[in-house]
């Protein structure tokens, strides 16, 4: 028997499998180290980095909900000169691809990620985040307006030699109309979804459970609407899309890549079984050889509508 | 520091006061590289609900494979855990954070308020383990005489001085824990407190330490998804206001109580 042919092609990125894991749940690689084995991934997105570093918000930050959990995060990183030179000798030898997920408050800061990313050796891609909902300026504006989202994709392409995914938002009423601003942008992929904006309230003292008030929903109970989200920007362009957003298990890698995903990437399941991913390229290799498909590529897209 | 996620098999389940458990489990890699002070995720549920796993702090290890966790019904997750029975299968992570450090200290005095004390008990073994063990106190809070169930006596049976405070009156000292410093450490001594519980209680006794000039270690908790720093949701304010936040599962959750702002 042949070992099952997983590599896929996110433009002119050529993954060893479709799985990756996403910004902000992953670290930098190493925090996984212990419970995974990094080069059997296709890649890891690191966590999400600025020009200078970001103290994120005030505690709690994190509030578990039904199946989910609540993030106000607010991008702490430690910023492009420390990640460049404190992260990226490790990464560089993790044997997968590393793929930088970069966020700024205005297009030059954008443009300036790209440019200084595109010049350190080990990168293979970036991952603009234009989607963020924890900073008040900048991040969620880019995001949800398809001609921001043209102009911060095009700015990042025009002074990056990296081929360019946009991570998008799902706070907003059209999210193909994004993924067509990204596309026209020059982006070689579109990531969705970023989590959902929600809430809760302690009801004992009337206040809210996350100190930025509101946040991010992730986790098992966004999956439907991510997946919903998937099929329908993979319809709505012509370059590959990369399905995130409460994949857990094998079975819910393979619904975003029947549903048209070309790549998944795994979040907040991180958290709850450090294993995740890796026991999701092994669930997608078995599920291959259990069904005598010759290459990941005959499930890509294989909807069947009714 | 070695992590391990292990599928640990419960070995015991004890209910010591209504809503205070004792979980006995054999994993093996985490007894064996388990420090006091540190901490274990532990995945309450298969499921969906509770989703994220639930840190407790380990109570102690018991020879070279088991690990005991002495934890409270406060959520799902808890209440989840406290349904457990012997034979059944839990999936654990860790030995999470950095411990309590004793490097030379030659007398030590151990504050626990509460589920605070579940750390110390792991941490008085350990010192008394050493042939010559320096001097050591104990001293337990809690509400009311049956928060505290059995565990004073499970401090006295290893032989160290232990004093008692309750809120209400019930058991020991009428009052706080931390009051109990003055009454009972000799100034004269250059003491290591470290302390464990809720954070007026923690913040009380650091505050002593510091006008004593005593070195003071403290325990802290935070809500956390991950438990091994790649959530960054267990942000806690260090001294230096303005710095960067730190974060209770790989900063600590033993810090040195001048590192921490006490808000």
Request: proline share 6%; with cysteine.
């Amino acid at each position: 028997m042949t070992t099952p042919d997983l590599r896929v092609s996110i433009g002119s990125l050529f993954l060893k499998n479709p799985v990756l894991t996403a910004s902000g749940t992953f670290g930098y690689g190493k925090e996984f180290a212990p419970y995974v084995n990094l080069h059997y991934l296709g890649g890891v997105v690191v966590k999400g980095i600025s020009l200078a570093p970001r103290r994120g918000n005030p505690p709690p930050r994190i509030v578990e909900t039904a199946s989910g959990m609540l993030n106000a995060i607010g991008l702490e990183n430690v910023g492009l000169d420390r990640f460049i030179s404190e992260k990226m000798p490790y990464l560089r030898e993790i044997g997968t691809r590393v793929i930088v997920n970069i966020l700024g408050d205005s297009l030059e800061e954008y443009q300036t990620l790209g440019r200084r990313l595109s010049e350190v050796e080990g990168i293979s891609a970036l991952e603009v985040n234009i989607s963020c909902p924890n900073v008040k300026k900048g991040g969620v504006a880019f995001g949800t307006d398809p001609a921001m989202a043209e102009a911060v994709t095009r700015a990042v392409c025009a002074h990056s030699t990296l081929p360019v995914i946009v991570k998008l938002s799902p706070n907003v009423s059209d999210i193909a109309q994004i993924a067509r601003g990204a596309e026209a942008g020059g982006a070689q992929a579109v990531s969705l979804i970023n989590t959902l904006l929600g809430m809760a309230i302690d009801v004992r003292s009337r206040r809210p459970r996350l100190a930025n008030i509101v946040g991010g929903l992730s986790g098992p109970a966004i999956k439907p609407i991510a997946l919903r989200m998937v099929w329908q920007v993979a319809q709505a362009v012509k370059i590959p899309v990369i399905g995130i957003g409460g994949i857990t298990t094998t079975e819910d890698a393979l619904e975003f890549l029947l549903a048209g995903a070309t790549a998944i990437e795994v979040g907040t399941a991180n958290f709850v079984n450090p294993r995740a991913s890796q026991e999701i390229v092994e669930g997608l290799g078995r599920y291959l050889t259990d069904n005598r498909l010759s290459g990941i590529s005959e499930v890509i897209g294989g909807l069947i509508l009714p | 520091m070695n992590k391990y996620e292990e599928q640990a098999e419960v070995l015991r389940q004890e209910q010591l006061m209504p809503e205070i458990f004792r979980l006995t489990l054999r994993a093996p890699e985490i007894a064996a590289n388990a420090r006091p002070g540190q901490f274990v995720m532990v995945q309450t549920s298969p499921g969906y609900d509770p989703l994220l796993r639930r840190p407790l702090s380990i109570h102690q290890t018991i020879g070279h494979d088991q690990v005991q966790l002495l934890y409270k019904v406060v959520g799902k997750g808890t209440r989840l855990l406290a349904t457990m029975t012997a034979g059944q299968q839990l999936n654990l992570t860790g030995p999470l954070g950095h411990g309590f450090e004793l490097a030379a200290s030659k007398a030590i005095c151990l504050v626990g308020g509460g589920m605070g004390i579940a750390p110390l008990y792991f941490l008085a073994r350990e010192i008394l383990r050493n042939t010559c063990p320096p001097k050591c106190v104990v001293l337990l809070g809690a509400r009311t005489a049956a928060e505290l169930g059995p565990l004073p006596g499970n401090f006295m049976d290893l032989g160290v001085t232990t004093h008692l405070a309750t809120d209400d009156g019930s058991l020991g000292h009428h009052g706080f824990v931390a009051e109990l410093l003055l009454q009972h450490l000799d100034p004269e001594l250059k003491w290591t407190v470290c302390a464990c519980g809720p954070h007026p209680m923690m913040k009380a006794v650091a505050g002593q330490c510091r006008k004593q000039g005593w070195e003071c270690q403290v325990s802290l908790e935070a809500t956390m998804a991950c438990g091994i720093g790649a959530c960054l949701g267990c942000a806690v304010p260090q001294a230096e206001l303005s710095g960067p936040y730190l974060h209770v599962c790989k900063d600590g959750p033993v810090f040195k109580a001048e590192e921490v702002a006490w808000l």
